[in-house]
């Protein structure tokens, strides 16, 4: 880990960019354009939607919620930056088209130059990473925060995989045990389909993050070994629909945060659970992935935790029209917006589940 020595002969954080302070103007939700992969078509031979996270804004600024004048412009993460997760060997191993290739799940990438691979394809995954990691300070700061990008849940700090090829929520928690103090201890709450070895491989021995993993058994990555980190699991059935599934995801988030107060939850709210999804397995409606968020937000603001979102996997064109109305319908519950209590949730806070504050005709139902 690359650190600077202290006038002491301590040791103390390397100098970065992603700690920048954000006037208190923008809303702390953050997103660059240059998140979304576009190059020759070739994104487009993985099921993955490479221009998601700008489609996810578009559909924002159309209900005016956001604008470019008040999100938080995400910066590159540095070399340095992820050398305080990634081991310097693996970073190097980024530097073959091949093994690229091969974590992106994109043949054809082999083929390519690897300066064409960093810049059209590393270079956007870098851009999310220090998205989530800037986003875990705003987080702390504000009481919550969305990176509409991030979510690499398969990549640990030795190996990628799962087109994850950065650890960004391993290094958005790394950087604040680092970086704020108070923070010691983190939750992760993983709703993507697929169960999250990444992070869960590099805090395997770390008993400061509490993971809750929530997921469809049968497919990738089944990793055993990273299921050893998990301290809530939650192996679900091919075709879960919504009753099932918003029940256990509520029981279980309000029995994570009852079990340990964190001071940061992590929470990747990927959409590949929606029903259809060529690789989720899973079925759940729209206005289920909206209720599912509204519970983990609900849950954590009420107790006054700081909660920072990810929007991870999600391979279906219209996941992009949900998670907007996702975010819509948080504000609408003043969970998150210029006028939600800092540390805070809204006042008198309705349960959710079969008594639920959401209101299902509010959400788009044209996807």
């Known amino acids: ?121 590393l270079r956007p995954l870098r851009t999310q990473t220090g998205g ?79 993971i809750m993993d929530v997921y469809n058994r049968y497919i990738y990555p089944r990793d055993g070994y990273a299921k050893q980190a998990i301290k809530r699991k939650v192996e679900l059935d091919w075709g879960t629909e919504d009753s099932e599934y918003l029940q256990k995801v509520e029981l279980h988030t309000e029995g994570t945060l009852n079990e340990v107060r964190p001071d940061i939850v992590v929470y990747n709210a990927g959409t590949d659970i929606l029903d259809g999804d060529p690789l989720g397995g899973l079925s759940i409606s729209p206005q289920g992935i909206v209720a599912r968020d509204e519970i983990v937000f609900r849950a954590a603001r009420r107790r006054g935790i700081p909660v920072l979102m990810v929007t991870s996997g999600g391979y279906q064109k219209k996941t992009a029209r949900i998670i907007a109305d996702s975010i819509l319908n948080l504000h609408r519950q003043g969970l998150i917006g210029p006028e939600a209590l800092e540390g805070e949730g809204s006042s008198a806070p309705q349960p959710i589940g079969s008594q639920s504050s959401l209101s299902v005709s509010s959400v788009h139902t044209s996807v």
Not at 36 to 62: C, Q, R, S, Y
Not at 163 to 172: N, R, W
């Open 1 to 121: 880990m690359s650190k600077e020595e202290d006038i002491d002969g301590g040791k103390r954080p390397h100098n970065t960019e992603l700690y920048v302070d954000v006037p208190r103007t923008r809303l702390p939700i953050v997103y660059h354009p240059a998140y979304n992969i576009t190059f020759m078509g070739i994104e487009k031979l993985h099921p993955f939607d490479a221009g998601k996270w700008g489609k996810v804004v578009g559909f924002l600024k159309e209900e005016q919620f956001v604008s470019d004048e008040n999100m938080v412009s995400a910066l590159e993460a540095t070399e340095e930056d992820l050398r305080v997760a990634h081991t310097k060997r693996y970073l190097s191993r980024l530097k073959w088209s091949v093994i690229v290739a091969s974590i992106t799940e994109i043949p054809p990438l082999m083929f390519l130059p690897n300066f064409l691979v960093q810049r059209r394809v």
């Open 132 to 210: 989530t990691i800037m986003a875990g300070k705003l987080a702390i700061e504000r009481g919550w925060a969305i990176n509409i990008g991030g979510g690499f849940h398969h990549c640990s700090g030795d190996r990628g995989g799962g087109f994850c090829a950065y650890a960004d929520i391993t290094l958005a928690i790394k950087f604040l045990f680092e970086r704020v103090e108070g923070v010691s201890k983190a939750t992760i709450i993983d709703l993507d389909a697929h169960q999250g070895n990444g992070h869960e491989r590099d805090f395997l021995e770390d008993e400061r993050v509490f």
